[in-house]
């Protein structure tokens, strides 16, 4: 089903203030000027390396096509990717918060937040800090940053967008972005044209049967770079109702939810943004579960394509006495089926294409121009109400081949899928044994044979971890697992911490610059220990 009506607000002279330090929020868990290349390879376009210099990995999506393919990688290469080790580890002192934010590496850097409030700039091949910055209190950052015109961009989770100069780390300005107390950034901002593109969503929906069930509404904002003054905002539902009352009483509105997990990319010849969404919370409007097209200049709506008939879903919907709690129970519409993750463009005998991957366990392929379905490809297992399945966060291209993980399926698999028609070119299952192996092996009750993290690659090799600890790389060409490194043990981190592992982080995935490979290891399901999470750093 393709719509084009749109809710966009557009901003002609808006105003920003430069800040520090702003009021916390009630607590919810939850480059240089990019340039591009359009390489033909075998039929299909991909783009070249973007960043400060040939080989880097300046934002979460790798370049602004969403590849997350560092196609400049030379060193690590399917012969001798087996010979990885440990160069160093960088631990986090122990919270609640899983460590999420994928790094970005440009000009020798690596740049990422942790799970304790603070955003590192360290040394990418020896860890060594550079510098460190502390988000507003009570902020986590769980985006990946990026890294543009001598700024590195970020979100955190009570809704602010920092810019910070990327030699220094002092701040150049800040942004509260939410008008709503439990809004969020889990989607990583993305660079274009004098903006910074980045999508909004939040953890109310996970609010129990007194709350006042609910009020937000996702959005992607675009932001001018230099000042953080907000140039247009689109909305992905109408502005909520109060509709009666839950059966506790508490008021009760609706429509709210369609929040923005996803990262945007952007089709810099056409100057079209493309984006995911989630669920309702509440109410049956908006654009839920869908991919958008906007006009990147302005918000537009170019096309829009949602995917899922109805989508309603609370935390509630799974509790024993949840009926009254939620709507989408009798008919089976609780499906909590997100676009989460981050679409792909390619192109196909001159055709451009996007993609993208849903819980439901769907790789939608549509028209970049007209939102027209090319094909779809059932590749995960889909488990409603829980978001548990599916593909979470995001997909790889390499110009040849699409690269695809499944989450909770008995178990997640990796997938290697024909961009012109999603024909499954091979498919390699998580490794029967990684639940008996390695440290996953004393915590049973724990350890799930599923892939959160978003695949990465780089030429004949895919990157890709598991909630069993175990980070592997696979052959591009054939699947085979060609190493694999146990994550769940202790480390003695450059900075003098000891930390330890859990399933390899989702919300991002590996990134690939310079001889190096970097990944985040703190992730639910969190399996025991005193110590907090770590990033790993691997080189040959």
């Known amino acids: 089903m393709i719509k084009t009506s749109m809710d966009v607000t557009f901003y002609s002279d808006p105003k920003a203030t430069t800040r520090g330090v702003m009021m916390s929020r009630i607590p919810f868990r939850s480059t240089v000027l990019i340039s591009v290349l359009l390489l033909i390879v075998a039929g299909a376009a991909g783009p070249a390396p973007a960043g400060g210099r040939d080989g880097d ?10 590849s997350r393919h560092n196609a400049a990688e030379h060193r ?3 012969a001798n990717a087996g010979r990885l080790k440990l160069k160093w580890a960088f631990a986090y002192p122990k919270t609640d918060a899983p460590a999420k934010s994928q790094p970005a590496v440009v000009d020798g850097v690596i740049y990422f937040g942790g799970p304790d409030g603070m955003f590192y700039a360290l040394d990418a091949k020896s860890g060594a800090t550079r510098w460190t910055f502390p988000v507003t209190p009570g902020g986590v950052v769980q985006d990946g940053p990026a890294v543009a015109r001598g700024k590195v961009y970020f979100g955190d989770s009570q809704g602010y967008v920092y810019a910070l100069d990327q030699r220094t780390g002092a701040l150049k300005w800040s942004r509260d972005t939410e008008t709503h107390p439990a809004g969020m950034h889990t989607s990583s ?7 910074i593109y980045i999508g909004a969503s939040s953890g109310e929906n996970t609010g129990g ?5 609910c009020t937000f509404r996702g959005h992607i904002d675009a932001l001018d770079a230099d000042t953080g003054a907000q140039v247009w905002r689109y909305w992905t539902v109408p502005e909520p109702v109060r509709v009666g009352t839950w059966p506790s009483g508490a008021a009760r509105w609706e429509p709210s939810g369609a929040g923005v997990w996803s990262s945007p990319v952007i089709d810099p010849r056409t100057n079209t943004l493309y ?42 919907c799974n509790e024993p006495d949840a009926e009254g709690y939620c709507p989408g129970l009798k008919d089976g519409t609780n499906l909590d089926y997100d676009i989460g993750a981050t679409p792909n463009i390619f192109t196909v005998a001159g055709r451009t294409l ?49 690269y695809v993980a499944t989450y909770f399926a008995d178990p997640g698999t ?29 915590f049973p009750e724990v350890c799930q044979p599923a892939h959160a993290p978003a695949v990465s690659s780089s030429p004949g090799v895919v990157f890709e971890g598991s909630n069993d600890g175990k980070f592997r790389a696979y052959s591009a060409r054939t699947g085979a697992v060609l190493w694999q490194f146990d994550t769940l043990r202790d480390f003695q981190g450059v900075n003098g911490l000891t930390g330890t592992g859990s399933a390899v982080s989702g919300s991002g995935g590996a990134v690939i610059a310079d001889g190096m490979v970097y990944i985040q290891s703190g992730y639910w399901p969190y399996y025991p220990s005193d110590n907090g999470f770590v990033l790993l750093a691997f080189g040959l």
């Open 57 to 66: 990995w300046p934002t979460w999506q790798g370049d602004t096509y969403g």
């Open 76 to 78: 690590i290469t399917a």
């Open 189 to 195: 901002p993305l660079y274009h044209d004098g903006k």
């Open 209 to 213: 049967a007194d709350y006042q069930c």
């Open 275 to 316: 984006v995911g969404t989630g669920q309702n919370y509440t109410g049956s409007a908006g654009d839920f579960d869908s991919l958008l097209a906007l006009d990147a200049r302005t918000g537009k709506v170019r096309w829009k394509n949602q995917v899922t008939r109805a989508d309603t879903w609370r935390s509630l």
């Open 354 to 402: 996007v993609g993208v991957g849903q819980k439901s366990g769907v790789y939608h392929v549509f028209d970049a121009r007209t939102g027209k379905v090319q094909w779809r490809r059932q590749l995960g297992v889909p488990l409603p109400s829980g978001g548990v399945s599916g593909i979470q966060w995001g997909s790889s291209y390499d110009g040849k081949r699409l």
């Open 414 to 442: 990796l997938f290697a899928v024909n961009p012109a028609d999603g024909t499954v070119l091979w498919q390699t299952p998580n490794p029967a044994d990684g639940c008996t192996t390695g440290g996953a092996a004393a």
